[in-house]
């Protein structure tokens, strides 16, 4: 199978990272870029150098997907470890492996710890749990690679404690542009659903609370779905079964074909068949297709499991951004979730991950939505736009503010010209302590006796131009703010001048509109008290 060109990028970066010495590397690719494909030509690159590879992943999905990819992708077959299987005696070098199979000390103790060469973690943001860690931490001579769509857990958890880099990154923004997801409409719903008294548990909202939080908006949001989702393939995320039976049932009522689907479904697959037959257009669950289940023509995506966790929000949505022939956008439906709880994932952290930039494509979203889709690139497009806009204000007002400053302020060197002492600028070159920068105090004071401190670069000179000021000021001299503003309007060598003479000149000046007055030449005028 040939690769994508990012693919083949992320597959060579892998490669090299562990060359380099780098054993626990991160492969980030977003839900539907082919991620499983990646790790296969991976595993195959390693069994050509006689590698003993295992996958390992916490769901039977994940396991015959990973072993389905890896045959059609390599020709290579897989062993399974998982309950009464066992890859042991198997001449097969790949391994797929339940976690929660593998976990268990006594079925690690039938493995040497070097048996496996190469550890493949499927949905990585899982991989810094106790029953991973367990695992890997026993073979723990394995080079090993995580494999995930975003890089954070909700727990606040760094996955920095286990991998040492991210070998390859490929965002979903640059997925959407290149053309290998579709594009994404957000639309924001004119519904305010009250999550303040949902608790936060483990870093997210609380299953059972959400539930209970949800129930009264379930015919609301009913309502709506019948108005905006028509002629789409929707699946609907819910945090309860009891709560998607409930959508499922209120759906139906309204001549919405749904069903809804569980882990205790006995006729899961069936349900999922018919889905993708469609003999219904709304698929519920609790939370169940989020890892392991693709269904390309999925073109609408409801959320009603929110939640502040951004890999559990990407998964979600990543259900809906596979290219499918006929499907032009995937429709994400977004509700005005009221919390005072913060960080809840919003449509606008799937582009972003600066926080300010989020926040004003999540207010383009809700201001220019209006009853109509609005393009998350688009929005960004703007967003990112109008942030622009106001960083070249600001600079601009920035520029001129010190402008006017540098305008008010003499520089060091043309300070020193004007008094005409070449050594009240330059520091001794061989005193360490003067060639450090200048502190906040003495930067502080040049600017208020008038020189301009940027231009300042160490402790010496400012301690020198300070020493100088001193002096100067004790001996009745002008000062450089006197020297500033007469040298602007001409006079020359104003740095001979006395304080009393500069002052008496300058009210004179003020006097007149602050303009010199009339028969004084300021290239020639010296007064009687200058300095020769």
């Known amino acids: 199978m040939e690769l994508r060109p990012y693919q083949l990028q992320a597959q060579n970066a892998i490669l090299e990272t562990w060359s380099s010495g780098i054993g626990k590397t991160l492969l980030v690719l977003p839900t539907g870029t082919g991620k499983t494909i990646v790790f296969s030509n991976v595993i195959a690159e390693r069994v050509r150098q006689g590698d003993r590879v295992l996958v390992l992943a916490h769901r039977e999905e994940l396991l015959n997907q990973a072993a389905d990819k890896l045959e059609r992708s390599t020709g290579l077959k897989c062993a399974l470890e998982k309950a009464s299987s066992s890859c042991l005696d198997s001449w097969f070098n790949v391994v797929v492996g339940s976690v929660q199979t593998l976990q268990s000390q006594k079925r690690l103790d039938r493995f ?33 690679l995580g494999v995930t769509a975003t890089a954070d857990r909700g727990d606040k958890r760094n996955l920095g404690e286990l991998f040492e880099t991210i070998a390859y990154e490929y965002t979903l923004p640059a997925a959407i542009r290149d053309g290998y997801l579709c594009p994404i409409k957000a639309l924001t719903l004119p519904l305010n659903i009250d999550l303040a008294g949902v608790k936060v548990s483990a870093g997210d909202f609380q299953a059972a609370a959400l539930g209970s939080a949800l129930d009264p908006y379930l015919e609301q949001i009913a309502e709506l779905m019948r108005e905006h989702c028509a002629g789409r393939k929707t699946v609907v995320f819910l945090p309860l079964i009891a709560t998607s039976q409930k959508m499922c049932r209120i759906l139906n009522e309204r001549g919405i074909s749904a069903a809804e689907v569980n882990g205790e479904s006995d006729d899961r697959a069936e349900i999922l068949a018919r889905f993708h037959a469609g003999e219904f257009s709304v698929l519920c669950n609790s939370m169940l297709l989020t890892e392991g289940w693709d269904e390309p023509a999925v073109d609408c995506i409801v959320c009603l499991r929110p939640t502040k966790v951004r890999a559990l929000y990407a998964q979600i949505v990543g259900r809906g951004t596979r290219l499918f022939q006929g499907k032009n956008d995937l429709l994400l439906l977004d509700f005005l979730w009221h919390t005072e709880k913060h960080d809840l994932c919003r449509p606008a952290h799937l582009i972003c991950n600066n926080s300010d930039l989020s926040s004003r494509v999540a207010e383009i979203l809700a201001e220019e939505s209006q009853g109509n889709a609005i393009d998350l ?9 109008n942030a622009q806009q106001e960083r070249e204000e600001a600079l601009r007002k920035l520029l001129e503010e010190q402008r006017k400053r540098k305008r008010q302020l003499v520089d060091p060197l043309q300070y020193e010209m004007s008094i005409g002492n070449a050594t009240a600028y330059e520091p001794d070159p061989m005193d360490l302590r003067q060639q450090a920068p200048p502190s906040a105090a003495q930067l502080a004071l040049l600017e208020k006796a008038g020189i301009f401190p940027d231009e300042v670069t160490c402790a010496g000179q400012a301690s020198k131009l300070l020493d100088t000021i001193a002096k100067r000021r004790a001996e009745g001299l002008t000062t450089p703010k006197q020297i500033r503003f007469l040298e602007r309007v001409g006079f020359r060598e104003v740095g001979c001048w006395r304080f009393d003479d500069a002052r008496h000149m300058i009210d004179r000046i003020a006097a007149n509109r602050w303009t010199v007055p009339f028969g004084i030449n300021p290239q020639t005028y010296q007064p009687q008290g200058a300095r020769g």
Request: a negative charge; glycine letters at 0%.
């Open 112 to 144: 040497p710890r070097d048996y496996f060469d190469t550890i493949i973690v499927d949905e990585a943001h899982h991989a810094i749990s106790a029953s991973y860690r367990r695992v890997i931490d026993h073979f723990d001579r394995a080079r090993l």
């Open 377 to 385: 690139l688009d929005a960004e497009i703007e967003a990112e736009s």
